[in-house]
C-alpha cells in the first residue's frame, strides 16, 4: 500500500501529530509479540513515490539561493536555499543567566536545554521562576505557540523541537528562538529539517567553543535552510508524521517485548532462588510429594522410599557443616602460615592450633542469619550468611600520592563500573601500580563472587562471579570480593540471590545519604544465603542458563531491530528533504 498523500486541496493543521493509542496495549495480544515479526514490520521501511536521482537533482530556474552560499548539493524543482534570518522574523536566545529564585512550582515554566526533546517539551523535571524574572527574560525572548525551540549549546546540541504550549513561559541562552516566518516557512517543517542528518550535520558542523560547545547566534541566522512551496512543505510534514506514526507503533511493540522478557528474567530468577524452578531434591527421593502431587497419590505411587529418603543426596545443612569445617581450617592455616614453624601444616583437630605457632586473633564462628522474616525454604534447604559461605576481602585503595617500599609495577584492576548487576563489563578497564605482594593478596580467581560497595543507589550491592576473563586482574576497594570455601557452593546461585532477593537488604543495611548509598564490609558479611543440596544447585544453574539464554538471543534480535527502526527515522527524514518522500 503507497503511503502517498492526496492532496485534496486542504492541508493538516499545524503543530505537532496527536499521539495516537496503541490499538489493544496491554492486553493479552501485546504481550505475546514477537520481536520478528515486529521485525518485519520496521522491514517494509520509509514507503513513497521514488525519484530518480536525476530527478532530485534538477533546480528550478526560477529558484534563486542567497548570493555566496556554498550549495553541497541541488535541490528539487521550486526549492531554494535560503538563510535562517531570511525566513524567520526572529533568531534570539534565552536568558544570559540562571536565576537563583527558581522552585519546584509557580506560575511562568523556565524551560532550558534538559526540556527540549525531538518529540516536544519533556516537563517532568521543570523549574518554575516568580512573575517579576520571567518579565524581564520574556521581554529579550518572547516565546508563543508554533515556535521552534533548537539546542544551540553543551551536549545536547542540535535537537529541535516545536512549542505546543498556550502559555508564557521562560527560557535559558543554551536554547534559541526561532520564529518562521509563518507564509514561507512551516515550523514542524523547519524542525524537521534540522533533525534531519543533513541539518543536523550542517548547523552542528559551525559550533565553536572548547569546553563547551555551542552555536552562537551569528552562526545560526547565517546558516542555510532548504525552502520548499509552502503547499509542498505540508505534504511533506503531513508524510513523515505518518510514517513516524507507523514507526513508533512498531517501536512501542518493541518496548514491550523488552518489557516482557526484563519480568521473564526476573521470573526465572526468583524462581531459582526460591526452590521452584526445578525438582528440589526432597521431591526426587519421595520424601516430600512432587508439585501438582497430593500426598495420598504419592503414598500409593511412591511406597517403600520414605524409609530411604535421606540416603542418596547431600542436604544443605549437611554442606553447610562442611563449609564450616572447611572455613576453620582454612583461617587455622592463614593464622599460622607467616610462622616458619607452623610451615603451613593444618591442625589435625579441628579448633586446635600446632603448640608455638602466635595466633594473632581468635577465631570468630559466623553467626547465624535472623531467618524470622525469611521467606520459609524448600525442604533440604538451609539458610546462611555469607560470612559463612566465603571469604570476603576489600580491594586496593586508589591513591596517587602511594608510596610503595617494594618494587611496583602496573596491574588490570576492577571498577564499580566493571561490575555490572548480572555481568563484567571489560569494555574500559584501568590499571594501578602497586606491589608484586599486594597483586598477589588480591588477585581474582575463577569464581570469586563480586559486589560493589555503592554509590548510586542501583549499584548498592552490585554484582556477578569473576570467570577468568583476564588472565591477571585485581579489584578496587569499593569491590568487595567474597571466595567461597568449597567448591558445591555454586557461586552464580549466590549471585542471582543478591542481585534479586539480597537486594532489599543492601538497602536495609546499607548507609543513605542524598541520592548515594553505601555498605560495610561488616554489613555485607551478614547477607542471608539459601543452600540447597549440591545436586540442586547443579541443576537450578542448568535451567536458569539455557532460560536466560533464550532471553538473552530475544533481546539481542530486540536491540538490533530498535537500532534498524532509529536508522529508519533518520533515512525517512533524510528522503523528505530531497524531494523523495512525496510527489
Same mark, same amino acid.
Given at each position: 500500500?503507497?503511503?502517498?498523500? &492526496?492532496?485534496?486541496?486542504?492541508?493538516?493543521?499545524?503543530?505537532?501529530?496527536?499521539?495516537? &493509542?496503541?490499538?489493544?496495549?496491554?492486553?493479552?495480544?501485546?504481550?505475546?509479540?514477537?520481536?520478528?515479526?515486529?521485525?518485519?514490520?520496521?522491514?517494509?521501511?520509509?514507503?513513497?513515490?521514488?525519484?530518480? *536521482?536525476?530527478?532530485?537533482?534538477?533546480?528550478?530556474?526560477?529558484?534563486?539561493? +542567497?548570493?555566496?552560499?556554498? $550549495?553541497?548539493?541541488?535541490?528539487?524543482?521550486?526549492?531554494?536555499?535560503?538563510?535562517?534570518?531570511?525566513?524567520?522574523?526572529?533568531?534570539?536566545?534565552?536568558?544570559?543567566?540562571?536565576?537563583?529564585?527558581?522552585?519546584?512550582?509557580?506560575?511562568?515554566?523556565?524551560?532550558?536545554?534538559? !526540556?527540549?526533546?525531538?518529540?516536544?517539551?519533556?516537563?517532568?523535571?521543570?523549574?518554575?521562576?516568580?512573575?517579576?524574572?520571567?518579565?524581564? @527574560?520574556?521581554? #529579550?525572548?518572547?516565546?508563543?505557540? %508554533?515556535?521552534?525551540?533548537?539546542?544551540?549549546?553543551?551536549?545536547?546540541?542540535? @535537537?529541535?523541537?516545536? !512549542?505546543?504550549?498556550?502559555? =508564557?513561559?521562560?527560557?535559558?541562552?543554551?536554547?534559541?528562538?526561532?520564529? +518562521?516566518?509563518?507564509?514561507?516557512?512551516?515550523?514542524?517543517?523547519?524542525?524537521?529539517?534540522?533533525?534531519?542528518?543533513?541539518?543536523?550535520?550542517?548547523?552542528?558542523?559551525?559550533?565553536?567553543?572548547?569546553?563547551?560547545?555551542?552555536? @552562537?547566534?551569528?552562526?545560526?541566522?547565517?546558516?542555510?535552510?532548504?525552502?520548499?512551496?509552502?503547499?509542498?512543505?505540508?505534504?511533506?510534514?503531513?508524510?513523515?508524521?505518518?510514517?513516524?506514526?507507523?514507526?513508533?507503533?512498531?517501536?512501542?511493540?518493541?518496548?514491550?517485548?523488552?518489557?516482557?522478557?526484563?519480568?521473564?528474567?526476573?521470573?526465572?530468577?526468583?524462581?531459582?532462588? =526460591?526452590?521452584?524452578?526445578?525438582?528440589?531434591?526432597?521431591?526426587?527421593?519421595?520424601?516430600?510429594?512432587?508439585?501438582?502431587? %497430593?500426598?495420598?497419590?504419592?503414598?500409593? /505411587?511412591?511406597?517403600? $522410599?520414605?524409609?530411604?529418603?535421606?540416603?542418596?543426596?547431600?542436604?544443605?545443612?549437611?554442606?553447610?557443616? #562442611?563449609?564450616?569445617?572447611?572455613?576453620?581450617?582454612?583461617?587455622?592455616?592463614?593464622?599460622?602460615?607467616? *610462622?616458619?614453624?607452623?610451615?603451613?601444616?593444618?591442625? $589435625?583437630?579441628?579448633?586446635?592450633?600446632?603448640?608455638?605457632?602466635?595466633?594473632?586473633?581468635?577465631?570468630? *564462628?559466623?553467626?547465624?542469619?535472623?531467618?524470622?522474616?525469611?521467606?520459609?525454604?524448600?525442604?533440604?534447604?538451609?539458610?546462611?550468611?555469607?560470612?559463612?559461605?566465603?571469604?570476603?576481602?576489600?580491594?586496593?585503595?586508589?591513591?596517587?600520592?602511594?608510596?610503595?617500599?617494594?618494587?611496583?609495577?602496573?596491574?588490570?584492576?576492577?571498577?564499580?563500573?566493571?561490575?555490572?548487576?548480572?555481568?563484567?563489563?571489560?569494555?574500559?578497564?584501568?590499571?594501578?601500580?602497586?606491589?608484586? *605482594? =599486594?597483586?598477589?593478596?588480591?588477585?581474582?580467581?575463577?569464581?570469586?563472587?563480586?559486589?560493589?560497595?555503592?554509590?548510586?543507589?542501583?549499584?548498592?550491592?552490585?554484582?556477578?562471579?569473576?570467570?577468568?576473563?583476564?588472565?591477571?586482574?585485581?579489584?578496587?576497594?569499593?569491590?568487595?570480593?567474597? #571466595?567461597?570455601?568449597?567448591?558445591?557452593?555454586?557461586?552464580?546461585?549466590?549471585?542471582?540471590?543478591?542481585?534479586?532477593?539480597?537486594?532489599?537488604?543492601?538497602?536495609?543495611?546499607?548507609?543513605?545519604?542524598?541520592?548515594?548509598?553505601?555498605? /560495610?564490609?561488616?554489613?555485607?558479611?551478614?547477607?542471608?544465603? +539459601?543452600?540447597?543440596?549440591?545436586?540442586?544447585?547443579?541443576?537450578?544453574?542448568?535451567?536458569?542458563?539455557?532460560?536466560?539464554?533464550?532471553?538473552?538471543?530475544?533481546?539481542?534480535?530486540?536491540?538490533?531491530?530498535?537500532?534498524?527502526?532509529?536508522?529508519?527515522?533518520?533515512?525517512?527524514?533524510?528522503?523528505?528533504?530531497?524531494?523523495?518522500?512525496?510527489?
Amino acid at each position: 500500500m503507497s503511503a502517498r498523500v &492526496k492532496a485534496v486541496g486542504r492541508v493538516p493543521p499545524r503543530g505537532e501529530r496527536s499521539k495516537l &493509542k496503541t490499538a489493544g496495549s496491554g492486553g493479552a495480544a501485546d504481550n505475546a509479540t514477537r520481536p520478528t515479526a515486529v521485525g518485519r514490520l520496521l522491514s517494509t521501511g520509509v514507503q513513497g513515490k521514488e525519484r530518480s *536521482d536525476a530527478a532530485l537533482g534538477n533546480e528550478s530556474a526560477k529558484a534563486s539561493s +542567497p548570493e555566496g552560499v556554498k $550549495q553541497t548539493r541541488g535541490l528539487p524543482s521550486g526549492w531554494r536555499w535560503a538563510r535562517m534570518s531570511e525566513v524567520c522574523s526572529r533568531v534570539q536566545d534565552g536568558a544570559h543567566f540562571s536565576p537563583k529564585e527558581q522552585t519546584r512550582t509557580g506560575d511562568f515554566k523556565y524551560i532550558t536545554a534538559k !526540556n527540549i526533546k525531538h518529540w516536544g517539551l519533556d516537563l517532568s523535571d521543570v523549574t518554575y521562576v516568580p512573575e517579576r524574572v520571567h518579565l524581564e @527574560i520574556y521581554k #529579550r525572548c518572547n516565546v508563543e505557540k %508554533g515556535d521552534v525551540l533548537y539546542i544551540k549549546d553543551g551536549v545536547t546540541t542540535g @535537537i529541535a523541537t516545536v !512549542n505546543t504550549l498556550d502559555e =508564557e513561559f521562560s527560557l535559558l541562552s543554551s536554547v534559541a528562538l526561532l520564529k +518562521p516566518q509563518r507564509d514561507i516557512l512551516d515550523s514542524l517543517f523547519l524542525k524537521y529539517y534540522l533533525n534531519s542528518p543533513e541539518g543536523f550535520r550542517n548547523m552542528t558542523g559551525q559550533m565553536t567553543g572548547t569546553a563547551i560547545k555551542r552555536l @552562537i547566534l551569528q552562526k545560526i541566522k547565517a546558516a542555510v535552510v532548504p525552502v520548499a512551496p509552502l503547499p509542498k512543505q505540508q505534504r511533506i510534514v503531513a508524510e513523515i508524521e505518518k510514517q513516524f506514526t507507523r514507526l513508533e507503533a512498531g517501536v512501542a511493540a518493541l518496548r514491550r517485548v523488552q518489557a516482557n522478557l526484563k519480568r521473564y528474567r526476573a521470573a526465572v530468577l526468583k524462581a531459582a532462588c =526460591e526452590g521452584r524452578l526445578v525438582l528440589t531434591e526432597a521431591e526426587l527421593v519421595g520424601r516430600v510429594p512432587p508439585r501438582g502431587v %497430593g500426598r495420598s497419590q504419592m503414598k500409593s /505411587t511412591a511406597s517403600g $522410599q520414605a524409609s530411604n529418603s535421606d540416603a542418596g543426596y547431600e542436604t544443605g545443612e549437611q554442606l553447610l557443616k #562442611r563449609i564450616l569445617a572447611e572455613r576453620r581450617k582454612n583461617w587455622e592455616k592463614n593464622a599460622g602460615s607467616g *610462622d616458619p614453624a607452623y610451615n603451613g601444616t593444618i591442625a $589435625q583437630d579441628v579448633g586446635r592450633v600446632p603448640r608455638g605457632v602466635r595466633v594473632r586473633r581468635q577465631y570468630k *564462628d559466623s553467626a547465624a542469619p535472623d531467618t524470622a522474616n525469611l521467606p520459609t525454604l524448600p525442604e533440604g534447604w538451609k539458610w546462611a550468611t555469607l560470612d559463612a559461605l566465603a571469604e570476603i576481602k576489600g580491594g586496593i585503595t586508589k591513591d596517587q600520592n602511594r608510596q610503595h617500599t617494594a618494587s611496583a609495577r602496573p596491574v588490570p584492576y576492577l571498577r564499580v563500573a566493571n561490575v555490572q548487576r548480572g555481568y563484567i563489563d571489560l569494555t574500559e578497564v584501568k590499571e594501578i601500580v602497586t606491589t608484586e *605482594d =599486594e597483586i598477589q593478596e588480591l588477585a581474582l580467581k575463577s569464581g570469586d563472587i563480586l559486589f560493589n560497595e555503592g554509590g548510586d543507589r542501583d549499584k548498592l550491592g552490585r554484582g556477578w562471579v569473576w570467570n577468568g576473563e583476564l588472565p591477571e586482574c585485581i579489584h578496587q576497594n569499593h569491590v568487595f570480593r567474597a #571466595r567461597l570455601q568449597v567448591a558445591e557452593m555454586n557461586p552464580q546461585l549466590v549471585s542471582w540471590y543478591a542481585n534479586t532477593f539480597g537486594q532489599k537488604f543492601f538497602f536495609d543495611e546499607g548507609k543513605h545519604t542524598t541520592n548515594l548509598a553505601s555498605i /560495610t564490609m561488616a554489613k555485607l558479611k551478614g547477607l542471608p544465603v +539459601p543452600i540447597p543440596p549440591p545436586a540442586e544447585q547443579t541443576r537450578i544453574v542448568a535451567e536458569v542458563e539455557r532460560r536466560l539464554s533464550v532471553v538473552e538471543e530475544l533481546e539481542a534480535v530486540v536491540s538490533a531491530n530498535l537500532q534498524r527502526a532509529t536508522g529508519l527515522r533518520q533515512s525517512i527524514l533524510q528522503k523528505a528533504f530531497t524531494g523523495g518522500l512525496t510527489s
